[in-house]
């Protein structure tokens, strides 16, 4: 299985980001002729953000009492917990009149994970079963201890970046209404690496990813501000399709001994690549106040809905558990600090 250079991309949204700015600056600079009656407005705006709707079903922990009329069979689900981490939002518009143009710019990168598991079979005829992608283990005795570990690396890496065109469709002394049309540019990585067997026999690597190259598709928004003395009251709602391949690859490896040092000796494979087509909705609503002429501090809520995402293969438990495609829709929602600077 192809793996990603992690820090490739962690840099790429930088990249993307300077780009998208380069291209605003550019595109403005042919109406600094009429700067006397234009602004540029800048904002950066760091949030607290949380990932919903992504915590996928990684291990299923079966408790059977054979003893017991009729037999017992207790099941645990464990899923992946997504991580709530900082995200980044960042804007850049010029205003003249009834136009605009503006580059707008979000970044999250976050991990999954869950608290390693073990256990053991404790009386006679009882058995505990570790279920995970397409691989069972089963514990007879206390001298078959199980164990479920999340490995490094599982991370969860979305951003966006947007370039745009903005007309004023309506407007008073107090209140306006903006239609945005322009391009966006996405991309979405996910990857998953755990472990599971019997302590120091044998157990399996579970190994699987989703990873797409750079995603353009069309873009549409209507942003709304009302305003009252200083203070500013903001909403943006914005609709894209973004459009690309996404490779799903996904690899377990059997092994013996342990999963520090293991000695594979069988491994399965599961490639796919197919096209898709992922809406993304946005949702902002921010309040500013005006602190300076210049200088603006506000509070906000940014959220971000990717719908049907294909995402990592091979960690659904059970039989044909490594053979599963899913789809997730991932809803992405932040608390935001923004600051504002108009010149």
Same mark, same amino acid.
């Given at each position: 299985? #192809? ?66 009329? %009729?037999?017992?069979?207790?099941? #645990? ?5 997504? !991580? ?17 143009? !503006? ?113 353009? !598709? ?37 092994? #013996? =001994? ?20 992922? %809406?993304? #909705? ?51 929602? =932040? ?9």
């Amino acid at each position: 299985m #192809t793996k990603t250079d992690p820090s490739a991309s962690r840099r790429t949204p930088r990249a993307a980001a300077g780009v998208a700015l380069a291209i605003a600056v550019a595109l403005a600079a042919g109406g600094a002729a009429g700067a006397d009656e234009g602004k540029w407005i800048l904002r950066i705006e760091p949030m607290l953000m949380d990932a919903y709707g992504h915590d996928q079903h990684v291990l299923t922990i079966h408790e059977i009492d054979r003893g017991a009329t %009729p037999q017992v069979d207790t099941k #645990t689900p464990v899923n992946l917990d997504t !991580g709530a981490d900082v995200a980044y939002h960042a804007e850049f518009i010029y205003k003249w009149k009834q136009w605009g143009l !503006g580059t707008d710019f979000f970044w999250f990168n976050t991990q999954q994970g869950r608290e390693s598991r073990s256990a053991a079979a404790g009386a006679p005829g009882d058995e505990v079963v570790f279920a995970v992608a397409d691989r069972s283990f089963t514990s007879t005795g206390p001298g078959e201890v199980l164990y479920f570990s999340i490995l490094g690396d599982t991370d969860l890496i979305a951003w966006t970046a947007d370039l745009y065109a903005m007309r004023t469709l309506a407007e008073t002394p107090e209140s306006a209404i903006h239609l945005r049309l322009g391009v966006r540019v996405a991309d979405f990585d996910n990857d998953f690496h755990a472990a599971a067997g019997i302590r120091d026999a044998f157990g399996s690597l579970v190994d699987a990813s989703s990873n797409y190259g750079l995603m353009p !598709g069309p873009l549409v928004g209507l942003a709304g501000e009302v305003r009252r003395g200083k203070h500013l009251f903001e909403g943006y709602l914005a609709q894209s399709v973004v459009l690309a391949d996404a490779e799903l690859s996904g690899m377990t490896s059997d092994f #013996t =001994g342990s999963a520090e040092t293991p000695s594979v000796f069988n491994q399965e494979v599961f490639h796919k690549v197919q096209d898709v087509a992922i %809406p993304i #909705t946005d949702i902002r609503l921010r309040w500013t106040y005006g602190v300076t002429e210049r200088i603006s501090l506000g509070l906000g809520a940014h959220s971000s809905v990717w719908w049907d995402v294909p995402v990592p293969p091979g960690v659904i438990p059970g039989p044909g558990g490594n053979e599963a495609f899913l789809e997730n829709t991932i809803v992405y929602l =932040g608390w935001l600090g923004s600051v504002g600077i108009t010149f």
